[in-house]
């Protein structure tokens, strides 16, 4: 295994929610989706 | 100068025919490319993968240059902003030295027997807990949100950007692509590149086979909602999937893990009298079998290494192929030399008019193709009458 990050966000979703509430500078009615938008995209390839 | 409007519905008049084994009297250029382009640009790829500004303008130059038919992709690729943005990470390498981008072989499950019940129950957890803190191990409680929600932005821009290619290469230029307008599921490419790695895939398909299974079972390739019958006019083709993984699978392998998608994808497609672009990376050898099976008229199919005219031989009575450019002749060979290899090439294989000019391997580094002959070989095939 890599080295991974240790946070707590990333040991349940209640990380997910409470790194949503925090988000910055986004349109309010759009950032539920764009933040899942966003973590599937981190997840998947960037090649 | 002629309407790109005008230019576009006699591509996708001629992409159609070709695919139906109608009568045709021309044949398509599909340029199959990576990141040849930032070569062929002088450009640093760095650079270059970073600058939409940029990218836009070389990929006006590239089209001028060459005046290919229809793209796989109008650079939509290497979306490294996004990565910058969220602070690096991704497990990604480029290099500028070699024109290369790759990603490290990642395992992100250290508990693959829960996580693959994870990934199969709850995807949104699997890739929160699992795959984004172990591609952005530098992610903490405190720095996240803002990273986040720089990497949000960035995602807009690039879309704005992937969508601002698109319509120039359609309204200015004409220009066809084979993007989907249909999402295909294949979790398997995504299990390999992804989550588990080439490694650690390969140990489960002995070990965890029952769970690669389940997980592939659980998803339907195809939706089905709203489908309408037809190939959609404004385009070429209806759907473009990838098979990129199934290079390291037995021919055993295949017909467990990917036949079920491609036999929806057969049946679909003769059932709604769709179009599909199917590109097969690497070589084909071990699934002519199954290629051979797809309804006639429906199937465009891409093998990158294989010998064209002996795909030709094996898929060619029910599917148009694609491919057959030498990138070693590109690169090595005279003009002459790429011209008469074309000339034989076209003989043997675009007799029926069910083939696609493009390059046997995707153009990506400096040594897969020199600019004149790319020249020379797409202004021959674009006055070619069959």
């Given at each position: 295994m890599?080295?991974r ?5 990333f040991e349940d979703m ?34 | ?106 395992n992100v499950m250290d508990d693959p027997d829960n996580d693959y019940d994870l990934l199969l129950n709850d995807r949104k957890k699997f890739l929160w807990t699992k795959v984004?803190p172990a ?56 299990l390999?590149?992804?989550y588990r790695?080439?490694?650690n895939?390969?140990?489960d398909?002995?070990r965890r086979?029952g769970k690669i299974?389940d997980l592939?079972?659980a ?168």
């Amino acid at each position: 295994m890599q080295n991974r990050s240790n946070a707590k966000i990333f040991e349940d979703m209640q990380g997910y929610e409470n790194v949503l509430m925090q988000l910055d500078g986004l349109d309010e009615d759009k950032k539920t989706d764009s933040f899942l938008a966003v973590v599937e995209f981190l997840a998947g390839g960037t090649i | 100068m002629v309407d790109p409007k005008i230019v576009k519905n006699e591509r996708i008049r001629v992409f159609k025919n070709a695919a139906r084994f109608e009568n045709n009297e021309k044949i398509i250029t599909v340029c199959s490319y990576h990141h040849w382009i930032v070569f062929d640009s002088n450009q640093k790829l760095s650079v270059a993968t970073r600058d939409y500004g940029l990218r836009i303008k070389m990929m006006r130059e590239f089209h001028e240059r060459y005046n290919f038919d229809c793209y796989r992709d109008f650079w939509s690729r290497n979306p490294l902003r996004i990565i910058d943005a969220v602070g690096g990470g991704g497990m990604y390498i480029q290099s500028d030295d070699n024109y290369s981008s790759n990603v490290i072989d990642l395992n992100v499950m250290d508990d693959p027997d829960n996580d693959y019940d994870l990934l199969l129950n709850d995807r949104k957890k699997f890739l929160w807990t699992k795959v984004i803190p172990a591609k952005y191990p530098h992610l903490t409680d405190e720095n996240a949100p803002a990273y986040f929600s720089a990497a949000i932005k960035e995602l807009d821009n690039y879309n704005n950007y992937v969508a601002e290619i698109g319509k120039i290469m359609d309204t200015e230029y004409g220009v066809l692509d084979v993007r989907s307008n249909i999402p295909i599921s294949n979790p398997f490419e995504r299990l390999i590149s992804g989550y588990r790695g080439i490694y650690n895939t390969s140990i489960d398909l002995r070990r965890r086979r029952g769970k690669i299974l389940d997980l592939m079972q659980a998803n339907v390739a195809l939706p089905r909602k709203d489908l309408t019958v037809g190939s959609d006019p404004a385009k070429g083709c209806d759907i473009h999937t990838s098979f990129l993984a199934h290079i390291i699978l037995s021919t055993n392998d295949f017909k467990e893990i990917y036949w079920p998608i491609l036999k929806e994808l057969y049946d679909y497609c003769d059932e709604y009298d769709k179009i599909a672009y199917l590109f097969i990376q690497g070589t084909a050898d071990r699934i002519f079998d199954f290629l051979q099976d797809a309804p006639k008229g429906h199937f465009i199919m891409h093998a990158e290494q294989n010998d064209i005219r002996e795909y030709k031989q094996k898929v060619g009575s029910v599917a148009a192929v694609a491919g057959g450019i030498k990138t070693n002749t590109l690169t090595f060979g005279t003009v002459e030399k790429n011209i008469d290899e074309l000339k034989q090439l076209l003989d043997d294989v675009a007799y029926d008019g069910a083939f696609y000019a493009s390059t046997d391997k995707m153009l990506t580094f400096p040594r897969d193709a020199k600019r004149e002959n790319l020249i020379a070989v797409t202004d021959y095939i674009r006055n070619v009458r069959l």
